[in-house]
């Protein structure tokens, strides 16, 4: 929604009702906050829902209490077609009404729904086959057949009508809404619900001084053990276990231990930096480019492996790596994704893609910290990086290829 009731092209604008804070947190940017239950939007709906439609939002239940209205398209009586949170069922649902406004046709999520989690969802109606399909973050849930739809007149944000009441308000949050005159495919949802969101950026550009900025949550992290700094040119990075001041190797304790970036690694999400392994020869120690630590604990790993000489992502017990052994004393950009309606892991390599693993799992917690140049056992922490890492970014979502390569400067 990002502050503003126009669609992307400036059109269609929504009329605000209440006093909802459009200046709330969204998934990405900023959402439209409902705090009260007469808080909404309404407009015109872009699309005939009684024919090919489909509907998509982030949503964010605050309180599972009540039935919590997504995103609607109805008339002065009921919904024709709406995404909303069902209390009696305690899952995500898409329904659509009778011709008559008596009726009511859903499709259920398989799985309960999760308060205070912004969660992705789709809903689409195909014509022909007369029937209306349900997605959760990506993933198809249900379908129901034999469904009639009816031309809606108005376009409702965070409640619905039924029997000519209104019902269903906040409180909860909205956010990337789309309204498609068209049923969207399968592969769309998942890039809808893949939609990358950054949550950490350490550009590492500071260049002096004991510590460096997260961009997005402006936490400044220390500098830890044998860690300092490097500029070479216009270019600014860290630089581990770099020579001491007597030009003498090292090659022990260093590492920044960073701000919580929020994301849930039981959910799509996408870590990319910069890297330059120091070592003369392939060693046989692991060293780490970037963790996730939660209670003492590395979650995951992008790293050097000193088995393999080569780069992997390891998660949750899955590996995947590179073909070849790591370049030695050169700047590599690599990309790990956790794509959670694929159920795989990727890595790339230098913006290219090299391979996944099926992958299922993952945490719920959200406060894992990010770590660079450190493996966090629960005992004593290893894996200590030697060389540089620069332009490091934490994002939710699923980082398309196209950004990938977009990505591949650093900055």
């Given at each position: 929604?990002?502050?503003?009731?126009?669609?992307?092209?400036?059109?269609?604008?929504?009329?605000?009702?209440?006093?909802?804070?459009?200046?709330?947190?969204?998934?990405?940017?900023?959402?439209?906050?409902?705090?009260?239950?007469?808080?909404?939007?309404?407009?015109?709906?872009?699309?005939?829902?009684?024919?090919?439609?489909?509907?998509?939002?982030?949503?964010?239940?605050?309180?599972?209490?009540?039935?919590?209205?997504?995103?609607?398209?109805?008339?002065?009586?009921?919904?024709?077609?709406?995404?909303?949170?069902?209390?009696?069922?305690?899952?995500?649902?898409?329904?659509?009404?009778?011709?008559?406004?008596?009726?009511?046709?859903?499709?259920?999520?398989?799985?309960?729904?999760?308060?205070?989690?912004?969660?992705?969802?789709?809903?689409?109606?195909?014509?022909?086959?007369?029937?209306?399909?349900?997605?959760?973050?990506?993933?198809?849930?249900?379908?129901?057949?034999?469904?009639?739809?009816?031309?809606?007149?108005?376009?409702?944000?965070?409640?619905?009508?039924?029997?000519?009441?209104?019902?269903?308000?906040?409180?909860?949050?909205?956010?990337?809404?789309?309204?498609?005159?068209r049923t969207v495919n399968e592969d769309e949802v998942r890039q809808l619900a893949g939609q990358a969101s950054l949550r950490g950026h350490h550009r590492f550009n500071e260049g002096t001084g004991a510590g460096t900025q997260d961009e997005v949550t402006g936490t400044v992290a220390p500098l830890s053990g044998k860690t300092g700094w490097e500029v070479d040119?216009?270019?600014?990075?860290?630089?581990?276990?770099?020579?001491?001041?007597?030009?003498?190797?090292?090659?022990?304790?260093?590492?920044?231990?960073?701000?919580?970036?929020?994301?849930?690694?039981?959910?799509?999400?996408?870590?990319?930096?910069?890297?330059?392994?120091?070592?003369?020869?392939?060693?046989?120690?692991?060293?780490?480019?970037?963790?996730?630590?939660?209670?003492?604990?590395?979650?995951?790993?992008?790293?050097?492996?000193?088995?393999?000489?080569?780069?992997?992502?390891?998660?949750?017990?899955?590996?995947?790596?590179?073909?070849?052994?790591?370049?030695?004393?050169?700047?590599?950009?690599?990309?790990?994704?956790?794509?959670?309606?694929?159920?795989?892991?990727?890595?790339?390599?230098?913006?290219?893609?090299?391979?996944?693993?099926?992958?299922?799992?993952?945490?719920?917690?959200?406060?894992?910290?990010?770590?660079?140049?450190?493996?966090?056992?629960?005992?004593?922490?290893?894996?200590?990086?030697?060389?540089?890492?620069?332009?490091?970014?934490?994002?939710?979502?699923?980082?398309?290829?196209?950004?990938?390569?977009?990505?591949?400067?650093?900055?």
């Amino acid at each position: 929604m990002d502050g503003t009731l126009a669609d992307a092209d400036g059109n269609n604008a929504l009329t605000s009702h209440g006093d909802p804070d459009l200046a709330s947190a969204g998934y990405t940017g900023r959402a439209a906050g409902l705090g009260d239950p007469q808080d909404h939007l309404s407009g015109t709906v872009p699309a005939d829902t009684s024919k090919n439609f489909s509907l998509s939002a982030w949503a964010k239940v605050d309180d599972g209490g009540a039935d919590r209205a997504v995103v609607a398209a109805g008339d002065g009586t009921a919904f024709s077609a709406g995404l909303y949170f069902d209390a009696a069922a305690g899952r995500w649902a898409f329904g659509m009404t009778t011709p008559d406004r008596t009726g009511l046709r859903v499709a259920h999520s398989q799985a309960q729904a999760e308060t205070g989690v912004w969660t992705h969802l789709a809903g689409t109606y195909e014509f022909t086959t007369r029937t209306l399909t349900l997605y959760v973050d990506g993933v198809r849930q249900g379908q129901v057949t034999g469904v009639d739809g009816w031309q809606a007149s108005q376009l409702l944000v965070g409640r619905h009508r039924w029997n000519g009441a209104e019902v269903g308000g906040a409180p909860g949050a909205v956010d990337e809404l789309k309204v498609y005159a068209r049923t969207v495919n399968e592969d769309e949802v998942r890039q809808l619900a893949g939609q990358a969101s950054l949550r950490g950026h350490h550009r590492f550009n500071e260049g002096t001084g004991a510590g460096t900025q997260d961009e997005v949550t402006g936490t400044v992290a220390p500098l830890s053990g044998k860690t300092g700094w490097e500029v070479d040119g216009d270019d600014t990075s860290l630089r581990l276990n770099g020579p001491d001041e007597s030009g003498q190797e090292q090659d022990g304790e260093a590492y920044v231990s960073g701000a919580a970036p929020g994301i849930r690694t039981d959910r799509s999400f996408s870590i990319s930096a910069w890297a330059r392994l120091d070592t003369d020869a392939h060693d046989g120690k692991d060293r780490t480019v970037v963790s996730l630590v939660r209670d003492g604990s590395s979650l995951l790993d992008l790293r050097y492996s000193g088995a393999s000489k080569k780069w992997e992502f390891v998660f949750g017990g899955t590996t995947v790596r590179t073909a070849y052994r790591a370049e030695l004393q050169e700047w590599t950009y690599l990309t790990a994704v956790h794509d959670k309606a694929k159920a795989e892991v990727r890595l790339y390599f230098n913006a290219i893609y090299v391979t996944s693993v099926p992958f299922t799992g993952g945490s719920a917690e959200t406060g894992s910290t990010v770590e660079f140049g450190r493996l966090s056992p629960a005992t004593a922490a290893g894996s200590f990086w030697k060389g540089g890492i620069d332009d490091v970014r934490v994002y939710a979502g699923v980082l398309s290829e196209q950004q990938i390569v977009a990505q591949a400067i650093r900055t």
